[in-house]
């Protein structure tokens, strides 16, 4: 005799728990999971700054303190807007130089700049800005490649946060001749892929 569906499935639902039982819950759970995972990803997940090595920078001396000029691009890799309130270049011996001052270009005869201040980066966004660091370190640079770490203070934490490596090269040469003037240096040496110097020192 040839079993009708509905004599099949009463006889399958009295054997127990079916397939689609177990599913339909797992289905329900993991949809649920990938649309909570995917609002976070795209508007509460928090990032971090990454900072490229400076195309150039300008280096002074002045009352026995080292001054750092240097147009640096910070990227925001999250989705969370992220509220910097101060910054610093860290060498590898653990002296500091501090962000003291924000310029408007990197123009050896400048005249207007500006003190520090916090700034903000939207989320997945970046900012390019012209920082000033200053340290009392007579040999904070030192020939050759120097790595620093940017330190970066955001707001509402109390302690410094590193946020990735800015390269910068020096020759003795050059470095020898820095005071109160404005000197550049060209950074090609610290780019990932080598470039032609455009401009002569």
């Known amino acids: ?44 997940r928090r990032g971090n700054l990454y900072a490229d090595h400076p195309r150039s920078f300008i280096l002074k001396r002045i009352n026995g303190h080292l001054l750092i000029r240097a147009p640096i691009i910070l990227q925001n890799s999250g989705a969370r ?30 005249k207007k700049s500006t003190f520090a201040t916090g700034f903000v980066i939207d989320g997945r966004d970046s900012k390019a800005m012209v920082c000033e660091f200053d340290s009392s370190e007579d040999d904070f640079i030192k020939p050759g490649t120097n790595n620093f770490h940017l330190d ?14 800015i390269r910068l090269s020096v020759t003795s040469s050059l470095l020898e001749r820095v005071d109160s003037r404005n000197i550049p240096f060209d950074n090609s040496a610290s780019l990932p892929c080598g470039l032609k110097r455009s401009f002569r020192i």
């Open 1 to 44: 005799m040839i079993e009708t569906m509905p004599t099949l499935l009463a006889q399958s639902s009295n054997e127990g728990m079916t397939f689609k039982d177990v599913a339909t819950p797992i289905i329900a759970s993991t949809t649920f999971l990938f649309t909570l995972g995917t609002f976070w990803w795209n508007n509460w």
């Open 81 to 110: 807007t992220l509220s910097v309130v101060a910054m610093r270049l860290r060498n590898e011996e653990g002296h500091v130089a501090a962000f003291t001052r924000l310029h408007e270009a990197m123009d050896l005869d400048i």
């Open 152 to 165: 970066v203070l955001f707001s509402r934490r109390k302690k410094w946060t590193p946020n990735g490596l």
